[in-house]
T-cell receptor, first 114, second 112 residues
């Protein structure tokens, strides 16, 4: 069974440019998460989807970050414009949404803003 | 904020058991203890989880104290590939509150 797939794996952009990350969750998983991980820190939740509905986006910086999950499967996370402080690993994860379910992570998208 | 406390780092000799402690003194009755690890440049990898009883799978064993205020992850025969950051997380696993809140974790260094 394929795991959570993310792309791109690595991205280097100049500040003020836009960037987008894509995530394909495990088949059948209706809950999708985006996390951000700064160097030396644990991952922090940005947004959580239940199917196509964002049910927890309290940590998403809405002035420059946006996310969508059309049709309740794939998801994209966008930053526009990027700032130097956005350099981090952006992790996508998914789970089946049932009680006691396990959350599985992708390999992450490494963003460097220069 | 994370509800767990872990030592920042530990060393273990290759082939020996690695015992990683975690304190979660404010854990609620409906919260599970989850363990993940993160090898450099990879996403977090699920290891094991438990509620009350001790658990074992092909990767590790999880020992939870009777009062549930602490737990220990045991890697029975550590290898160099087990060098990673290990995260202990308490999580409500039902309904819409099942997100993972990560702390700083324990960096385990397995040495030859």
């Amino acid at each position: 069974e394929a795991g959570v797939v993310q792309s791109p794996r690595y991205k280097i952009i100049e500040k003020k440019q836009p960037v987008a990350f894509w995530c394909n969750p495990i088949s059948g998983h209706n809950t999708l998460y985006w996390y951000r991980q700064n160097l030396g820190q644990g991952p922090e939740l940005l947004i959580r989807y239940e199917n196509e509905e964002a049910v927890d986006d309290s940590q998403l910086p809405k002035d420059r970050f946006s996310a969508e999950r059309l049709k309740g499967v794939d998801s994209t996370l966008k930053i526009q414009p990027a700032e130097l402080g956005d350099s981090a690993v952006y992790l996508c994860a998914s789970s089946s949404g049932l009680s006691g379910n396990t959350i599985y992570f992708g390999e992450g998208s490494w963003l460097t803003v220069v | 904020d994370a509800k767990t406390t872990q030592p920042p780092s530990m060393d273990c000799a290759e082939g020996r058991a690695a015992n990683l402690p975690c304190n979660h003194s404010t854990i609620s009755g409906n919260e599970y203890v989850y363990w993940y690890r993160q090898i450099h440049s990879q996403g977090p990898q699920y290891i094991i989880h438990g509620l009350k009883n001790n658990e074992t799978n092909e990767m590790a064993s999880l020992i939870i104290t009777e009062d549930r205020k602490s737990s220990t992850l045991i890697l029975p025969h550590a290898t160099l590939r087990d060098t990673a950051v290990y995260y202990c997380i308490v999580r409500v696993a039902s309904g819409n509150t099942g997100k993972l809140i990560f702390g700083q974790g324990t960096t385990l260094q397995v040495k030859p």
